[in-house]
């Protein structure tokens, strides 16, 4: 009870009701999401569509390899995040797993970011940045490139919210501020978290593979 | 007190409410309590009413005369873009559902405060910061794309402060949609016990249906201006034709949120006048479900409409053939509305203050604004009349006919709740009236222009429109007026005006059970619901024939 108490944010008088609209409030503000990278996602397909050969070009001089690394960095990340939930949903005395799972999350997250400036060095190497003196001849894969610099630098900047978030967090919960049990701020932050990396597995096969089956 | 010790109940110890609970800056600046974040909001949106109204002032000026007598082309271009821009994202969209939504919805719904008092805060600052971004861009020199931003042109070929302009819309729908998701998660989450979905007051209800058109919504215009600004600055070419891209595309995510958008600037207007008109008809309201059904309904299918402002963009006749028929889909909610305010007063003990004045107003011209919409919507009349007045005067009947309207009407309703005052209904009526009639003179001419040809966004004209335009211009003037009365008595009021019970009006809903203004918690106990809304006689008979003091059924029961 005193955990909760210490918890209990103005208006609410009851824990239980706070820890619901707190989840209940991210999930809507989640859909908001969706739609904004929703409309990425399209402006993209109709690229693709009026373009599919220049994609396929494009998407070959992408490094797979960056990407695919990438994406076991931050797919490992939200597991640990679910553990650090989890964890905190148990138990009080589950507290030092819960920050073990935020700490690797938040370095899983620095990596990630971490091996995309080395990629965005290579994509600079090779001038596949739209503009004057673009690599690649065809106008279309511009677009792509265009797509792939805003999506990856939204998608970044989405991460790196994330990873504050999650450095906040236990920053709080080490200085013991606040209790980990229940903390609804670990789950709020845990389902952001799964939004970036849900957001990511959709940008892999769009940016990494196209061009590469055949 | 009083009423409370009518009501049996023991008089509580006097305490200080929420206007004067704290007297610092800081108690202001860092409040978390909706109803002084309302009250921000308040002053907030009328600074920049003010300002998009200074800026269509020169414009209207400037068409007094066919051949441009006062303005440079430039100037004129930059004058109606901040018009817009200021008017849409800086009074319209935030105006109800952030004044009246802020200070009402947990007053209504027997909450202390909305769910995430802290992000209600946080939004009220991302609107200044909007507003400085908005404010630069004018003060820089002006922003000439029309509040629309359509590429190319807005990506490619204007060199004024575009980059400036967009941060600002782009940064306050973000305050919109955090303002959105506490909405929804306080209707979800706070309301009062007995508070059952179906006993929901139907500005609630519309302030629910335009929360989420705003958090669904706004996330697509946030895309498509980040869109612009990257191709102006980074040189991406996603809208550039000569590069493979697609200028048309722009349009297509512009519109899917800025025609939900309009839903955002109306549906609030209909939650108010659904709160007026009963209570001054002493009516229950006509058919309260489908009043929901017909609101939810407008929210759902405002996404499918965006392409009827496309029809001459050049989108397949078979996109603009579906279009066309959802949009006249779109008009039935919206009817059933107004025939169910109609039927509302059928039989009951009309009285005419001001804000049944203003929400009578709201009918007639959202009425004319929405059948002029169907014309608009079918397609051969529009590829007519496209770009021309006649689009002007039909969402300016919307939304300045319709939601500014709405937007007073609440103002005069939930005045004496708000500060604790009572105004002077004798100038407050006169500027009602004053009001609908400098609107009429002023947008019913530009009908007549638009069909007979006049383009918009064009400063000088040949002669044989002038006429309209000095009629036009002529009801801006009066228009002008009759917005600047009640802020002169309104303000006059503050300080001389009587005060004001908890239910001058003998209206029904819980906002009216508080002290007037509200203690800073809302209610000194928890407020419990056991009837429907709109309580103004029992149900199955007509309103009774007593005077209306005497009728409030919460009182006499």
Request: with cysteine; net charge neutral.
């Amino acid at each position: 009870m005193t955990d909760e108490s210490a918890l209990l944010r103005e208006p609410w008088i009851d824990f239980g009701r706070q820890l619901e609209a707190g989840k209940f409030g991210i999930w809507v503000f989640l859909a908001s999401e969706t739609l904004f990278f929703g409309a990425l996602l399209l402006t993209y397909t109709v690229c693709r569509i009026e373009h599919p050969d220049a994609f396929a070009a494009a998407g070959r001089e992408t490094n797979v390899w960056y990407g695919t690394i990438n994406t076991a960095v931050l797919l490992t990340s939200s597991l640990t995040m679910a553990v650090a939930a989890q964890a905190a949903k148990e138990s009080a005395r589950l507290r030092r797993v819960v920050l073990a799972g935020l700490m690797i999350t938040a370095m899983l997250g620095l990596a990630f970011i971490v091996i995309k400036g080395f990629e965005y060095k290579e994509d600079l190497d090779k001038h596949l940045v739209p503009g004057a003196g673009f690599a690649l001849p065809q106008p279309g894969a511009q677009l792509f490139y265009g797509f792939y610099w805003l999506v990856t630098g939204v998608h970044a900047i989405h991460l790196s919210i994330g990873i504050a978030l999650v450095s906040r967090l236990i920053w709080v919960l080490y200085r013991r501020e606040l209790p980990a049990k229940d903390n609804p701020e670990i789950e709020v932050t845990a389902l952001y978290w799964h939004l970036v990396d849900i957001v990511w597995i959709f940008l892999y096969p769009l940016i990494y593979l196209p061009g590469r089956a055949s | 007190m009083t009423d409370a010790l009518l009501a049996g109940e023991l008089p509580l110890p006097p305490r200080p409410d929420y206007l004067r609970h704290g007297s610092t800056i800081r108690s202001w600046l860092a409040t978390t309590d909706h109803k002084r974040i309302a009250i921000l909001y308040a002053v907030t949106i009328t600074v920049f009413f003010f300002m998009g109204g200074a800026a269509i002032t020169a414009v209207r000026l400037e068409l007094f005369q066919p051949n441009g007598w006062l303005l440079t082309s430039d100037t004129y271009n930059k004058l109606f873009s901040f018009h817009g821009i200021i008017m849409v994202w800086f009074f319209l969209v935030p105006s109800i559902p952030n004044t009246f939504g802020n200070f009402l919805l947990p007053l209504m719904i027997g909450a202390p405060d909305v769910a995430f008092p802290r992000l209600n805060l946080f939004s009220w600052y991302l609107t200044i910061a909007a507003g400085a971004f908005t404010v630069y861009a004018l003060v820089a020199g002006g922003v000439d794309t029309g509040w629309t931003f359509y590429t190319p042109y807005s990506s490619m070929f204007s060199n004024t402060h575009v980059f400036a302009a967009a941060a600002g819309v782009f940064v306050v729908g973000f305050a919109s949609i955090s303002t959105g998701v506490n909405f929804i998660a306080t209707t979800h989450m706070l309301r009062a016990p007995g508070m059952t979905w179906f006993r929901l007051p139907l500005f609630v209800w519309a302030i629910y249906a335009t929360s989420l058109i705003m958090v669904l919504a706004t996330p697509v215009l946030a895309i498509s201006l980040l869109l612009v600004i990257a191709e102006r600055v980074l040189g991406l070419p996603i809208f550039d034709p000569a590069r493979g891209g697609d200028p048309i595309l722009f349009q297509h995510l512009f519109w899917f949120y800025s025609h939900p958008a309009v839903y955002i600037m109306v549906l609030p207007a209909m939650g108010v006048v659904s709160e007026i008109i009963p209570c001054f008809a002493r009516r229950r309201i006509f058919g309260y479900d489908f009043m929901v059904y017909a609101m939810l309904a407008i929210a759902g299918i405002g996404f499918f409409v965006w392409g009827h402002h496309m029809f001459v963009s050049g989108q397949s006749a078979l996109a603009s053939l579906v279009f066309s028929f959802l949009s006249f889909i779109i008009a039935v909610p919206s009817a059933i509305k107004v025939f169910n305010w109609t039927a509302s007063l059928y039989r009951g003990q009309i009285s005419f203050e001001s804000p049944m004045l203003y929400a009578l107003g709201f009918v007639g011209l959202f009425t004319t604004g929405g059948l002029s919409g169907l014309f608009l919507a079918s397609i051969p009349i529009d590829i007519h009349v496209t770009d021309t007045y006649f689009v002007v005067a039909h969402f300016h009947y919307i939304m300045v006919g319709g939601s500014v309207s709405a937007f007073f009407a609440g103002l005069h309703f939930w005045w004496p709740k708000v500060t604790g005052r009572l105004y002077p209904e004798r100038w407050a009526k006169f500027a009602a009236i004053l009001m609908y009639a400098g609107f009429n003179m002023t947008f019913l001419p530009q009908f007549f222009a638009g069909y007979l040809g006049m383009p918009r966004r064009y400063h000088t004209y040949p002669a044989e429109f002038q006429i309209y335009n000095v009629m036009s211009s002529a009801g801006a003037a009066v228009l002008a007026l009759a917005y600047l009365l009640p802020l002169g008595y309104l303000t006059w009021s503050l300080f001389y005006g009587g005060k004001a019970a908890r239910n001058p009006w003998s209206a029904t809903g819980l906002e009216w059970t508080t002290s007037s203004p509200p203690p800073p918690k809302n209610f000194d106990r928890q407020p419990r619901v056991d009837r429907a809304p709109y309580d103004y006689h029992a149900e199955g008979v007509s309103a009774g024939t007593a005077p209306p003091e005497m009728q409030n059924a919460r009182e006499t029961r």
